[in-house]
T-cell receptor, first 113, second 110 residues
Framework: SQQGEEDPQALSIQEGENATMNCSYK?????LQWYRQNSGRGLVHLIL?????REKHSGRLRVTLDTSKKSSSLLITASRAADTASYFC?????????????FGKGTLLTVNP | NAGVTQTPKFRVLKTGQSMTLLCAQD?????MYWYRQDPGMGLRLIHY???????AKGEVPDGYNVSRLKKQNFLLGLESAAPSQTSVYFC?????????FGQGTRLTVV
């Protein structure tokens, strides 16, 4: 079964707006990662947050993690048309191997010019 | 840098035919994975390998076999293809935490 579930399933915004995607998971984790997939391509790693971290930044990306609620959010600020893609969260279970990631179903983000 | 390379990129099979998908990585990674991606289902793990000569079942292994004879290669085999195996297949590799993905193989079974 899927460990992570992204919300919403699809999001459409205008260029320049911020985009927020959420991920909920079921069991305790070692870390949570976000990946991007452009149409017809493989997934590309964006950012990792460990279970003892609450917030991380990377360029226009901001990730938060709330382990008490078993949820994470990905914020993309000042979105661009090139940000159009599917975004997936992936979790490594606490006590398990970091080498086994479970992916959610993804959020399809469309940024309109 | 090649990274993770999958061949072929596209394939159409008839029901009952067999084929092998090849994944090659040039990063000397220990861990390799095969996922399938279906609409609305996200990525589901088929099989994985924690090192040369090892394989293990993932979430949806039925109908597939794998081999890791060389560290850099991970092969996914379909012995008797079924329409339910129509999907996009992704190979991934990692040495620590970050996963690197191939471009995918789009397989249609008719």
């Amino acid at each position: 079964s899927q460990q992570g579930e992204e919300d919403p399933q699809a999001l459409s915004i205008q260029e320049g707006e911020n985009a927020t995607m959420n991920c909920s998971y079921k069991t305790s984790i070692n870390n949570l990662q976000w990946y991007r997939q452009n149409s017809g391509r493989g997934l590309v790693h964006l950012i990792l947050i460990r279970s003892n971290e609450r917030e991380k930044h990377s360029g226009r990306l901001r990730v938060t993690l709330d382990t008490s609620k078993k949820s994470s959010s990905l914020l993309i600020t000042a979105s661009r048309a090139a940000d159009t893609a599917s975004y997936f969260c992936a979790t490594a279970r606490e006590g398990g191997s970091n080498y086994k990631l479970t992916f959610g179903k993804g959020t399809l983000l469309t940024v309109n010019p | 840098n090649a990274g993770v390379t999958q061949t072929p990129k596209f394939r159409v099979l008839k029901t009952g035919q067999s084929m092998t998908l090849l994944c090659a990585q040039d990063m000397n990674h220990e861990y390799m994975y095969w996922y399938r991606q279906d609409p609305g289902m996200g990525l589901r793990l088929i099989h994985y390998s924690v090192g040369e000569g090892t394989t293990a079942k993932g979430e949806v292994p039925d109908g597939y076999n794998v081999s890791r004879l060389k560290k850099q290669n991970f092969l996914l085999g379909l012995e008797s293809a079924a329409p339910s195996q129509t999907s996009v297949y992704f190979c991934a590799s990692t040495q620590s935490i970050l996963f690197f993905f191939g471009q995918g193989t789009r397989l249609t079974v008719v």
